[in-house]
């Protein structure tokens, strides 16, 4: 268990439709990453977050945005959803105690979406 | 931009049958090279961090080795318990208004028969 959870586990929704994923990152963890996993692209950056801001975006989609609460949970919200956007998305956090150091980032078990 | 590439795809090994795998690697200034284990449908599992050509780190059967060019994570005397996925992963070097996202290779499948 690496102490990063994720809701829901699963998730079946329709092309169109709007969904969020939640996540809590580990307890003192201040950054938090998304990442896409499909058959096809393997694990790809989405968006990080540290301490409430936005960091940087890798290859996410305008489709897709995220935020940061004050509690340090975060959520990716996916809009009109395409068949394509079915994948386990996963988000990983990392202490990063300034802003220049680096650490290990610890996933969550993901969040399977599929867009019927 | 950073690449990471991982070799074999797949791997079977009988149990006991010991191995390695590669991870090679390009990156403008490697701040950290990371090995993690997936289990299907499972999120990836953190095992090792290594900074600097030499390092190298073990835990249990597995034992992680670096380079400047690339890592290698042996697997001394396999059990099917080892079954996973193994993604090898680089770090982004800091600059502002970066991230420190991590870029992932393919990863390698193994399967070790009882």
């Known amino acids: 268990d690496s102490g990063v959870t994720q809701t829901p586990k699963h998730l079946i929704t329709a092309t169109g439709q709007r969904v969020t994923l939640r996540c809590s990152p580990r307890?003192?963890?201040?950054?938090v990453y998304w990442y896409q996993q499909s058959l096809d692209q393997g694990l790809q950056f989405l968006i990080q977050?540290?301490?409430?801001?936005?960091?940087a975006k890798g290859n996410i989609l305008e489709r897709f945005s995220a935020q940061q609460f004050p509690d340090l949970h975060s959520e990716l919200n996916l809009s009109s959803l395409e068949l394509g956007d079915s994948a386990l998305y996963f988000c990983?956090?990392?202490?990063?105690?300034?802003?220049?150091?680096?650490?290990?980032?610890?996933f969550g078990p993901g969040t399977r979406l599929t867009v019927l | 931009e950073d690449q990471v590439t991982q070799s074999p795809e797949a791997l079977r090994l009988q149990e006991g049958e010991s191995s390695s795998l590669n991870c090679s690697y390009t990156?403008?200034?490697?701040?950290?090279l990371f090995w993690y284990r997936q289990d299907p449908g499972k999120g990836p599992e953190f095992l090792f961090t290594?900074?600097?050509a030499g390092e190298e780190k073990e835990k249990e059967r597995l034992k992680a080795t670096l380079t400047k060019k690339e890592s290698f994570l042996h697997i001394t005397a396999p059990k099917p318990e080892d079954s996973a996925t193994y993604l090898c992963?680089?770090?982004?070097?800091?600059?502002?208004?970066?991230?420190?996202?991590?870029?992932f290779g393919s990863g390698t499948q193994l399967t070790v028969l009882p």
């Open positions: 992963a680089v770090q982004s070097p800091y600059s502002v208004g970066s991230a420190r996202q991590l870029t």
């Open positions: 290594l900074y600097s």
């Open positions: 307890s003192g963890d201040l950054s």
């Open positions: 990156v403008s200034g490697l701040r950290g």
């Open positions: 990983a956090s990392s202490v990063e105690a300034a802003p220049s150091s680096y650490n290990e980032q610890f």
């Open positions: 977050y540290y301490n409430g801001e936005e960091r």
